[in-house]
């Protein structure tokens, strides 16, 4: 079992709809983040929350909308997507951004698919 | 700003063997951490090892280790007895000062097929 649980762990979706990805973390942690990993690409950082606050927005367009309403839960609100943004979503956590060698834990993705 | 190179798209290791996985990556920093991740089909991304840029003795988990070359900026994973379930994607990843805002900067990936 993961400390970071995802839901959900598949999502189809067309253009216009509204969608959430769920990520909750039962480690204790304080920083929260979304990645994004796209085929052939790297992993590319989306947004970086800290008690819940904002610090990181890696020029995200605004159809990602991000959400951290305590320090164990992250939501990625989606809105008017387009295909190039299927790709598999993955949320992490670490005890905070403050120290660089804390260890950043994975859940096991969302894989979204537009239509 | 960071960057981080994975020059081999894919390994191939023959089960029980030894296979080293290359990573070289660019910085201005002194002080930072480096990583490999394992991803399995599963698509989780688990941890394998850490190396403190500030520590010049060679991390090992068991039998993953690896080889850090800070002047050379080069950090390469060795994987020895090979195993079936050792075949994943393996990423390497920095983390810089907590300036950098805590992020993980990866690389590329590498493919790694375990042959029995």
């Known amino acids: 079992e993961t400390g970071v649980t995802q839901t959900p762990r598949h999502l189809v979706m067309g253009m216009t709809n509204k969608k959430s990805l769920k990520c909750e973390q039962h480690?204790?942690?304080?920083?929260m983040y979304w990645y994004k990993q796209s085929a052939k690409k790297p992993l590319e950082l989306m947004f970086v929350?800290?008690?819940?606050?904002?610090?990181e927005n890696n020029s995200v367009p605004s159809r990602f909308s991000p959400e951290c309403p305590n320090s164990s839960h992250l939501f990625l609100h989606l809105h008017t997507l387009q295909p190039e943004d299927s790709a598999l979503y993955l949320c992490?956590?670490?005890?905070?951004?403050?120290?660089?060698?804390?260890?950043?834990?994975f859940g096991e993705g969302s894989w979204l698919t537009v239509v | 700003a960071q960057t981080v190179t994975q020059s081999q798209p894919e390994m191939s290791v023959q089960e029980a063997e030894t296979v080293t996985l290359s990573c070289t990556y660019d910085?201005?920093?002194?002080?930072?951490?480096l990583f490999w991740y394992k991803q399995p089909p599963s698509r989780q991304m688990i941890l394998v090892i850490r190396?403190?840029?500030?520590?010049?003795q060679n991390a090992t988990e068991n039998r993953f280790s690896v080889n850090f070359q800070k002047a050379a900026k080069s950090f390469s994973l060795k994987i020895s007895d090979s195993q079936l379930g050792d075949a994943a994607m393996y990423f390497c990843?920095?983390?810089?000062?907590?300036?950098?805002?805590?992020?993980?900067?990866f690389g590329q990936g590498t493919e790694l097929s375990v042959k029995p």
């Open positions: 992490a956590s670490s005890p905070s951004t403050l120290s660089s060698g804390n260890t950043i834990y």
């Open positions: 480690l204790g942690h304080n920083a």
């Open positions: 929350y800290n008690f819940k606050e904002q610090t």
């Open positions: 910085t201005s920093e002194s002080d930072y951490y």
């Open positions: 190396q403190e840029a500030y520590k010049q």
């Open positions: 990843a920095y983390r810089g000062t907590y300036n950098q805002g805590g992020k993980l900067i």
